[in-house]
């Protein structure tokens, strides 16, 4: 089911080897993080949050709300909607199933290390990488002098997130995939200059619903940002049947698997990731069929997985101190970490 980007045997840093069990083979570490940018949709659900979930067992897990990156653009920097988004994303994360003793979710800006080895990374970090970026480029548009210098250094932010806590792999979409090779590069380079210092990380990248695209225009990715193209995870059933009605098809009557039909295509994604059935077994259940059944079936099981997880959703929301406690352990866990690998960096660089 996953297909790695790459290849190579993560380094061992000197801290991993000493915390590995005598006789235990150590869990690889993944980490993963979403933006307190709003409620999830339903490519942030396939395309990580549910493999987040079905994994957490097989992994030494660790994920956050990144807070600091959602401020990289000014329509997020309302301080109370972003103080409320953090929380309600971290409640959401919990409500499909996080484990807060597995799999602990804690808030970015909690830990000070992230911001601060940020900064050591962007000097080992070149222009021309950063340049090429795509995520920057559609993220400043034409107005590309008013973007803030945040949103430019965002994939830094991002590796320092990733290499603070000896993370193995990256479960993302597919849109991430540029960041993580970014990651790499920095980690190649400074492990050269200064000596081997962190892990060598690997993105994980699905093959189904690792790019889920809007609804109203198959050709763009799926996106908070476009509220009628996208599916949110708060949905009612009345608003997800609506939005699949209006899903952009074509003319043609046919229920396969064709790239050209962008439209079918992406429908027929978001049903694969759903039912982890094959494509053929999904064609011959449409056989004879047509559009209205395949968005009806669509929204039956958008709603019955979605409608559990608003429940517990509206539960955590309801009671704060719960929610507010589990914030605050997550952070005491996973700090010691983040700071002795902040550390080991400094050492490394001659700081301090
Ligand atoms: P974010 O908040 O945009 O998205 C969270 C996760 O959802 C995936 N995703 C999608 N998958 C399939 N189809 C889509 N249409 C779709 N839209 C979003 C994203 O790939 C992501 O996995 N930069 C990251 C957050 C981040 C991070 C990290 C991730 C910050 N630090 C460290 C991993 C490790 C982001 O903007 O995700």
């Avoid at 045997?9 to 590995?20: I, L």
Wanted: hydrophobic share 40%; charged share 25%.
């Amino acid at each position: 089911m996953s297909n790695k980007t790459a290849a190579a045997e993560p380094e061992k840093t000197h801290t991993e080897q000493q915390e590995k069990p005598q006789g235990a083979p150590r869990k690889k570490r993944i980490l993963s993080g979403i933006q307190s940018t709003g409620v999830p949709h339903i490519g942030n659900y396939l395309g990580a949050m549910r493999h987040w979930v079905a994994e957490q067992d097989m992994y030494d897990n660790i994920f956050c709300v990144v807070d600091l990156h959602a401020i990289t653009v000014p329509q997020h920097q309302n301080p109370k909607e972003l103080h409320a988004n953090t929380r309600n994303m971290v409640a959401m994360l919990l409500a499909i199933g996080l484990d807060p003793e597995k799999a602990p979710v804690f808030v970015q800006s909690h830990i000070s290390a992230h911001a601060e080895l940020a900064w050591m990374l962007g000097c080992v970090s070149s222009l021309g990488w950063l340049n090429r970026m795509h995520q920057f480029k559609s993220k400043a548009g034409e107005d590309r002098e008013n973007a803030t210098a945040g949103l430019y250094t965002y994939p830094v932010l991002m590796a320092a997130d990733i290499l603070l806590y000896d993370t193995n792999l990256v479960p993302v979409g597919d849109d991430q995939r540029q960041h993580i090779e970014l990651t790499r590069d920095i980690v190649l380079r400074f492990n050269e200059h200064f000596g081997k210092t962190f892990v060598l990380p690997e993105a994980l990248i699905r093959e189904h619903g690792a790019r889920i695209m809007s609804l109203t225009d198959p050709e763009r990715k799926m996106s908070k940002s476009e509220p009628d193209g996208a599916i949110s995870m708060l949905d009612t059933p009345t608003q997800i049947k609506k939005k699949y009605a209006r899903a952009v098809t074509d003319s043609q009557t046919s229920i396969v698997f064709d790239l050209e039909r962008k439209g079918l295509y992406n429908l027929l994604s978001i049903y694969q990731s759903f039912t982890d059935k094959s494509a053929a077994e999904i064609e011959e259940h449409f056989a004879g069929k047509g559009y209205k059944e395949l968005k009806s079936e669509l929204t039956d099981l958008t709603v019955a997985v979605f409608e559990p997880f608003q429940r517990k959703y509206n539960e955590y929301i309801g009671d704060k101190a719960t929610l507010e406690h589990l914030i605050a352990a997550a952070a005491d866990k996973v700090r010691p970490r983040a700071d002795a690998t902040l550390k080991r960096a400094q050492k490394a660089m001659g700081l301090g």
